[in-house]
């Protein structure tokens, strides 16, 4: 899954494809590196951010995902909180809602994704986006507070009419954890893709990927560690990986799958 940011302050890209012919740009450079999804965003969920109304999230996204659509049939995710704004991108072309609020941000969140009948990614988050980083604390087993929050979070949304099969899940590294807590999801994946839907998961060019390593690498300068997490997310069977290096980790996960295939 391709990363293209449609803001003025994410984290990593931020500002740099705030213009739609940039962003769709971008797009092409991603969809060209052999991306199988393109997940476009228009509000950054980076710690502190400010939110963004729904207005001006609509009027950055939708123009991109429709031009996007004229030209491929790739699958676009659509990265909101907000069901407005999900509406909206579906209605333009896209096929997945990706929802860092795991439908809990407006009580019709998860009745809209019913009715939209998308592919819907539930993420887990611990607070938001504003206030995650204050000292995040959980029980001794943060994979299994994790893991049980997405099994109740799927199941809140197959009773309100979502398909089964159309369920994903995302431990959410770097949302409202610290970097051992996102080290501790990364090495206990195997259990998060024992709840038996599709796992994503983004680690890519994070903060955690630099206090992992113990350095001080900027968002540009965590290719290697974020290709480490790739690899061991694909190793724990994860179903998709959400990377803003397509071409690199496309490379990395094609060669670590060679090497471990059985010699013909
Ligand atoms: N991470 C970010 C945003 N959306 N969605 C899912 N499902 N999983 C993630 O780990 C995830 C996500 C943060 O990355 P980015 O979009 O590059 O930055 P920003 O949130 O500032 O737009």
């Not at 839907?197 to 992992?212: D, E, T």
Request: overall charge negative; aromatic content about 4%; glycine content about 10%.
């Amino acid at each position: 899954m391709g990363i293209v940011n449609v803001t003025p302050d994410s984290f990593s890209d931020g500002g740099a494809f705030l213009d739609a012919d940039a962003a769709l740009a971008h797009a092409r450079r991603l969809i060209a590196e052999g991306a199988d999804v393109l997940d476009i965003g228009g509000e950054s969920t980076r710690p502190g951010a400010a939110p963004t109304d729904e207005a001006s999230e609509i009027a950055r996204v939708v123009p991109v995902i429709s031009a996007v659509r004229r030209e491929s049939q790739l699958p676009i995710s659509i990265d909101t909180m907000k069901p407005a704004v999900a509406r909206a991108a579906i209605a333009a072309g896209a096929t997945m809602w990706n929802d860092v609020t795991a439908l809990r941000f407006a009580p019709e969140s998860p009745a809209t994704a019913a009715a939209l009948g998308c592919e819907v990614a539930l993420m887990h988050m611990r607070g938001e986006p504003r206030t995650m980083q204050a000292a995040p604390r959980y029980d001794d087993d943060v994979v299994g507070e994790v893991a049980t929050f997405l099994a109740a979070r799927a199941d809140a949304a197959i009773a309100a009419g979502v398909a089964r099969e159309k369920i994903w899940v995302d431990p959410g590294i770097g949302f409202g954890k610290t970097a051992a807590q996102s080290l501790a999801l990364l090495r206990g994946l195997d259990r998060i893709v024992a709840l038996g839907f599709p796992v994503l998961v983004g680690a890519s060019r994070k903060s955690s990927i630099a206090k992992i390593a113990g350095d001080k690498s900027t968002e540009g300068q965590r290719l290697g560690g974020s290709i480490a997490a790739a690899l061991a997310a694909a190793r724990a069977g994860v179903a998709m990986i959400r990377v803003h290096d397509v071409a690199e980790t496309r490379q990395a996960l094609a060669v670590a799958a060679a090497i471990g295939q059985a010699e013909a």
